[in-house]
């Protein structure tokens, strides 16, 4: 047998690593999407077997020009995502900040912020605040954060969107149990011979954060802002999957509901496409660009 | 920012100067204010966070009269446990508990398995294109259910799989499933920053590359791989929506599907009330029973588990210092 060079060798030896992977994404993730992009183009006329016939564009005019349902959802959940994510990062970061200092109580403190993601990603989740639960928590919220007699001061163009930006961050503490994971495990990388060295050179705790902690935690940042994207489109709260997978499987019209899926995920790609392009010289160490 | 920085004492009146010195300056109430301050707004966050928690808890022990009566919300006059016997029963728990046992199990090992060896293969192999794989890697982390159900759906149904545990498992093995590509990356970001010298050390001495995966990397990260195992097993034993699209059968149903059928039937109960039929009637007691019995697992395996899976989060090295 001829002997291969250092350099074939090495290659083969990666290859045979990620060999499993290779395998799954020919299986589970080309196939489909090469599947799914047929099937949103074509229609299924009988339903055993799945034959299919084709039928170009019209599961996609279709989203937009007969279904009134759709449009109007899409940009329900476009707008959330857009006044979601930002408010979902900025709190997880504070938290993971708070939680991350030395003082009596951490193992508590983490704990308590973990237990949402162990009390039920999605469905367990949306049946509890289902139950009146939610309503109940904003309340307990509202009260804390925000004095009723001092609200009273301000009139009531203020005090709704008090109220609306509450309702939001209940549910959205819920939800940001992964990410402060994520942050807190970032800032831990971080050494503290940095903060150490910088305070020596009279910089204070305000500066620290922007010229030290925040560059440093970009790569974590663009993570969690992927995971949180990704968990608000699989979310069992999040209308719209409901209403593909009703519209799919009830209705048996696979074809219009591989297309919604099509439509929502060219909406994804398009916004992780902008932030990787806006992240992309602002990143320190990338991870995601060592690749 | 640390409260009381403690100077080493020599004796008593310079102590008392110390001290003098410590309540006089302007920094030390300083930082007792902020210390104060951030305390609260933690204790604040950490109650929205544990109110339903408690509240489900609570709800889950009381009385039927006690649901109606508004002036008991924290305290039951009596704590009842048949709430409990009603739940379990009519989940069928055991033998359901059983099938979730299996899934969750399975598609756990799966992950940690495939993902820490592809993962490696990515961290340390470079070669032609594998860049573009791992940006594949992404694009499967980014790609929604939606758009993959369908065609995974008649995938499924040709193969026979449907009502099997087969598509929960399998595709985990391979890196796929419920996340697979964030545990990927997980892995990759924690290989990525140990020291190449150990590798190089073995292979000099003539270890080959599978064994320098599996007793030189593998058990280094005993951190990344409780990670992952606590994130997949709670991942998988709250998955509600691909259990729901390949087991429609009663038989081999899951528990969150076993859970979401006895809401549904609170809720119809609620919409119809003089048609329930059937002979137990859910009340919210029974329903927030019912929930606390689906999440104890966890609960207990997460209670075992907690403290290495924050040190592990610790030193995943996301930053890569």
């Not at chain 2, 099938?99 to 090992?109: D, K, Q, R």
Request: hydrophobic share 50%; net charge positive; proline share 4%.
């Amino acid at each position: 047998m001829k002997k291969l060079t250092i350099e074939k060798k090495r290659r083969l030896e990666g290859i045979l690593f990620i060999s499993p992977w290779l395998l799954g994404v020919a299986i589970f993730f080309a196939n489909p999407i090469i599947q799914s992009i047929r099937l949103s183009l074509s229609k299924i006329v009988k339903f055993k077997g799945f034959v299919m016939k084709w039928y170009g564009f019209g599961n996609y005019s279709k989203a937009f020009i007969w279904d009134i349902n759709f449009v109007p959802m899409f940009l329900n959940v476009i707008k959330d995502t857009f006044i979601n994510t930002p408010i979902t990062l900025v709190f997880s970061l504070i938290i993971a900040m708070l939680i991350n200092r030395s003082m009596k109580g951490q193992s508590f403190f983490r704990t308590v912020f973990f237990l949402p993601v162990l009390l039920g990603t999605g469905h367990v989740m949306k049946q509890v605040l289902g139950m009146g639960i939610g309503e109940d928590a904003m309340a307990v919220a509202k009260g804390i954060l925000m004095p009723e007699e001092f609200m009273r001061y301000l009139g009531p163009a203020f005090t709704q969107a008090v109220d609306g930006f509450l309702g939001r961050i209940t549910l959205i503490l819920w939800k940001s149990g992964v990410q402060i994971i994520i942050f807190l495990a970032g800032l831990q990388g971080i050494s503290s011979s940095l903060y150490e060295a910088a305070h020596c050179d009279g910089c204070t705790s305000w500066e620290a954060f922007w010229k030290i902690t925040l560059p440093l935690m970009t790569p974590v940042l663009l993570l969690n802002f992927i995971y949180t994207i990704i968990d608000s489109f699989t979310d069992s709260n999040n209308p719209i999957v409901d209403y593909i997978l009703n519209y799919g499987f009830k209705n048996n019209q696979f074809g219009y509901g591989a297309a919604m899926g099509w439509i929502f995920f060219l909406f994804i790609a398009l916004v992780c496409g902008l932030v990787f392009a806006f992240m992309r010289k602002r990143v320190y160490n990338a991870g995601l660009k060592q690749g | 920012m640390q409260a009381g920085t403690s100077e080493p004492v020599q004796n008593n009146a310079s102590s008392r100067k110390v001290l003098f010195h410590k309540l006089t300056t302007r920094y030390f109430w300083k930082d007792i204010v902020v210390n104060l301050a951030l305390y609260l707004l933690l204790l604040d966050l950490a109650f929205v966070f544990l109110y339903p928690f408690l509240d489900m808890i609570i709800t889950s022990l009381k009385t039927e009269e006690d649901l109606l009566d508004i002036t008991v919300q924290w305290i039951p006059s009596k704590i009842f446990w048949q709430n409990y016997k009603i739940a379990l029963d009519s989940l069928s728990y055991t033998s359901f508990f059983k099938n979730s046992v299996v899934v969750t199990i399975l598609a756990t090992v799966g992950h940690v398995l495939s993902c820490s060896c592809i993962a490696y293969g990515f961290a340390r192999y470079r070669f032609k294109g594998s860049g573009i794989l791992f940006g594949i890697v992404v694009l499967s982390m980014i790609v929604p259910v939606e758009v993959l159900i369908f065609p995974l759906y008649m995938m499924y149904s040709r193969l026979g799989w449907l009502n099997t545990f087969l598509p929960l498992t399998v595709p985990a093995f391979f890196g796929f499933g419920l996340r697979g590509g964030l545990f990927i990356f997980l892995f990759r970001q924690f290989f990525i920053g140990l020291p190449y010298e150990i590798e190089e050390a073995a292979r000099i001495d003539g270890c080959g590359p599978l064994r320098t995966f599996s007793s030189i990397m593998l058990p280094m990260s005993q951190s990344s791989i409780l990670v992952s195992i606590v994130l997949s097993l709670v991942w998988h034993w709250n998955d509600f929506f691909e259990p729901s699209m390949y087991l429609f059968k009663p038989k081999v149903s899951l528990l969150p599907a076993r859970l979401s059928g006895i809401i549904s039937m609170f809720n119809a109960e609620k919409v119809v009330e003089d048609y329930a039929e059937t002979e137990i009637i859910f009340n919210e007691a029974i329903v927030m029973a019912a929930i606390f019995l689906v999440i104890l697992p966890i609960l207990i395996v997460y209670a075992f588990l907690q403290k290495r899976f924050m040190e592990g989060i610790e030193r995943s090295g996301l930053t890569g210092q």
